[in-house]
C-alpha cells in the first residue's frame, strides 16, 4: 500500500534561513507527488507536483522540491523563509486512476522566528 | 470563481443525531473528493466522485458514513448516527479531468467544516 512519511512534526527556521522539509513515500509504481500547504483554519492549496521528466520541479511562492527515485524520497525546499511561510505542509502520494487517490503524510509544522 | 463552498463551516451536535455536510465545487470540476482531517489519522480520503459518479467509497470508514451528488453543483456526506470519535475536519475538494493519460489537474480544497459530536 500507498504511504508518505513525513519525519519532522515540527521545525523552527529564522526568517531568512534556507528551509528543507523531508518526505519519503512508498509506491510500487512511478508516484505522482504533491506539495500541500495548509494555513491554520484554511484548506490545502498545491505547491508543487511532480509526475515525470525533471526531478527538479519548480513551485508556488518560491518553494522547489527534488524527486530522488533511489532514496523515495520528494524533500521541499526554499532558500529563503519568510514569516508567511508558517504553516502546516503536507506531502502526498496519488494513487489510482491519474493520481486521484492522494495519500497525505502527517504533515509537518512549520514556525518561523522574527 | 467562488471556489469550493462548504457549508456549515462550524456544526455541533449530540451523538446519535444526523449530520448533513454540504459541498459546492468549482464550476466545470468533473471530480470531487471527500477528505477527514483528525489529529490521530492526518488526512484521509474518504470517497470521490467522477462526473457525479462515486468511484471509489474505501476510505469511508462505516455504514454510518454515505455521500451523494446528484448532480455537478452538489455534493452532501452525511452521518447517521454521529458519534463523538466523528469529530474532525471535513474537506470536499474538486478537480478538473485530467488533459492526458500522465497529467494530473490539482485538486482545489474548501475550507472545510469543523465537526463537534459530544
Known amino acids: 500500500a500507498q504511504s508518505v512519511t513525513q519525519p519532522d512534526i515540527h521545525i523552527t527556521v529564522s526568517e531568512g534561513a534556507s528551509l528543507e522539509l523531508r518526505c519519503n513515500y512508498s509506491?510500487?509504481?512511478?508516484?505522482?507527488l504533491f506539495w500541500y500547504v495548509q494555513s491554520p483554519g484554511q484548506g490545502l492549496q498545491l505547491l508543487l507536483k511532480?509526475?515525470?521528466?525533471?526531478?527538479l520541479v519548480q513551485g508556488i511562492k518560491g518553494f522547489e522540491a527534488e524527486f530522488k527515485r533511489s532514496q523515495s524520497s520528494f524533500n521541499l525546499r526554499k532558500p529563503s523563509v519568510h514569516w508567511s511561510d508558517a504553516a502546516e505542509y503536507f506531502c502526498?502520494?496519488?494513487?489510482?486512476?491519474?493520481?486521484?487517490?492522494?495519500?497525505f503524510g502527517a504533515g509537518t509544522i512549520l514556525r518561523v522566528k522574527s | 470563481d467562488a471556489g469550493v463552498i462548504q457549508s456549515p463551516r462550524h456544526e455541533v451536535t449530540e451523538m446519535g443525531q444526523e449530520v448533513t455536510l454540504r459541498c459546492k465545487p468549482i464550476s466545470g470540476h468533473d471530480y470531487l473528493f471527500w477528505y477527514r482531517q483528525t489529529m490521530m489519522r492526518g488526512l484521509e480520503l474518504l470517497i470521490y466522485f467522477n462526473n457525479n459518479v462515486p468511484i471509489d467509497d474505501s476510505g469511508m470508514p462505516e455504514d454510518r458514513f454515505s455521500a451523494k451528488m446528484p448532480n455537478a453543483s452538489f455534493s452532501t456526506l452525511k452521518i447517521q448516527p454521529s458519534e463523538p470519535r466523528d469529530s474532525a475536519v471535513y474537506f470536499c475538494?474538486?478537480?478538473?479531468?485530467?488533459?492526458?493519460?500522465?497529467?494530473?489537474?490539482?485538486?482545489?480544497f474548501g475550507p472545510g467544516t469543523r465537526l463537534t459530536v459530544l
Open positions: 502526498a502520494v496519488g494513487a489510482g486512476e491519474y493520481g486521484n487517490k492522494l495519500v
Open positions: 511532480y509526475f515525470s521528466g525533471d526531478t
Open positions: 475538494a474538486s478537480s478538473l479531468w485530467p488533459t492526458g493519460a500522465s497529467s494530473y489537474n490539482e485538486q482545489f
Open positions: 509506491y510500487g509504481a512511478t508516484p505522482y
